[in-house]
């Protein structure tokens, strides 16, 4: 499995599905126009910031709120390689994977990596370096099968595949 590398993008506790895409976009489904929305009302300059290939990096309980699909896909589709935080809401985790966007739990990278640093996450190893300061965190790594799912770009592209 790949790994992701890029700058951090930071934010705090509760981030909630609400402020990932809101409510008043969800009368689409097209990916790139669900980009252009994300992260919008907690950070009006995010999609002008972010890049391909960046991370977010949050605390605790990353994507609670409602059970939308949108909201990671708008994270994916805005060119976010990976998100890292303490803990995730389920669904959000699920809805993730579903989609293959590689998401990694590890509360100590959570506190410690700041805005703007620069950050690799080995994904076979759940390694996740933070390339500005040089601290090493071990994450949970995932699982062969999800590994295979998200190297699909998703659960539908896994099992077509199949």
Excluded: W
Aim: with cysteine; proline share 4%; aromatic share 8%.
């Amino acid at each position: 499995m790949k790994a992701a590398c890029g700058k951090v993008h930071k934010f705090g506790d509760n981030i909630d599905t609400d402020v990932i895409i809101p409510a008043r976009y969800l009368n689409s489904s097209d990916p790139k126009e669900l980009a252009t929305h994300c992260m919008e009302d907690i950070d009006k300059e995010f999609v002008n910031k972010v890049q391909v290939g960046d991370l977010i990096v949050a605390t605790k309980n990353f994507g609670c709120g409602s059970s939308r699909e949108h909201a990671p896909i708008a994270i994916k589709a805005s060119g976010v390689s990976c998100v890292i935080a303490e803990t995730f809401a389920r669904i959000f985790y699920r809805n993730a994977i579903n989609i293959g966007l590689p998401i990694i739990e590890c509360k100590e990278a959570s506190i410690a990596i700041k805005e703007g640093d620069e950050v690799e996450v080995d994904f076979d190893s759940g390694v996740i370096t933070d390339k500005t300061t040089g601290e090493s965190f071990q994450g949970q790594a995932f699982p062969p099968f999800m590994q295979k799912i998200i190297d699909s770009e998703g659960l539908v592209n896994y099992i077509n595949n199949k």
